[in-house]
């Protein structure tokens, strides 16, 4: 049996990549059946329908309430009875209305290790820090999302990267991007194989 999966994506998309490649090599035993944005410009979009994946922009309209919006999102999600929704590159918080509506487990990847430096700009905080002394290692994560708890819940797979006052930003956020592909992907392999 192959795995379903539903990527929800607000970016770049880098990490949808990695996991398209690894379903279409067949190193992960599943499928991305779908591909959510709430970005009609994302680059994940134009990634899904360049793979041939459904590609669907569901934004939220102005005024509209989190968790209408977050209801509207789940029904779009559930119409694809994924076994699992992956948030890869997310980048609205989600609210009780969508977990508790959406009816498959829920995954995250977050930029940073169990319990450190929650919500957005992780790699630069964590560069930040190692720049003033403060830190030699950060990482990446992937957990299951049970709550609107913000990169919380239990962890899946993580893996610790080193880093240094020498790093460049860049050179760091390099580091942690590629870490968070195979992670993501290895973390779905335990999941789906
Ligand atoms: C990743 O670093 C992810 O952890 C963070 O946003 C980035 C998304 O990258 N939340 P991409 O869109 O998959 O390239």
């Known amino acids: 049996m192959t795995g379903r999966l539903v990527v929800l994506a607000s970016?770049?998309?880098?990490?949808?990549?990695?996991?398209?490649d690894a379903c279409s090599t067949n190193v992960l035993a599943a499928d991305v059946v779908a591909v959510i944005s709430n970005?009609?410009?994302?680059?994940?979009?134009q990634r899904a329908r360049d793979a041939g994946i459904e590609a669907v922009c569901l934004e939220k309209e102005q005024g509209e309430l989190r968790r209408d919006y977050d209801t509207r999102l789940a029904a779009c999600v559930a119409q694809y009875v994924p076994d699992y929704v992956v948030l890869a590159g997310w980048m609205l918080l989600l609210s009780a209305n969508f977990l508790d509506h959406v009816g498959s487990p829920v995954i995250n990847l977050h930029?940073?290790?169990?319990?450190?430096?929650?919500?957005v700009n992780s790699i630069e905080r964590a560069h930040a820090e190692a720049v003033l002394g403060e830190r030699v290692r950060s990482g990446a994560m992937v957990h299951f999302v049970p709550d609107e708890g913000v990169d919380t819940g239990p962890v899946i797979a993580s893996v610790e990267i080193a880093v240094s006052a020498q790093d460049s930003l860049e050179e760091f956020t390099k580091r942690v991007h590629e870490a968070e592909h195979k992670l993501l992907v290895?973390?779905?392999i335990q999941l789906c194989n």
């Open 186 to 188: 290895d973390a779905l």
């Open 39 to 45: 970005n009609g410009d994302a680059r994940a979009l």
């Open 111 to 119: 930029p940073a290790l169990p319990g450190e430096l929650p919500g």
């Open 11 to 20: 970016g770049t998309g880098t990490n949808l990549q990695a996991i398209m």
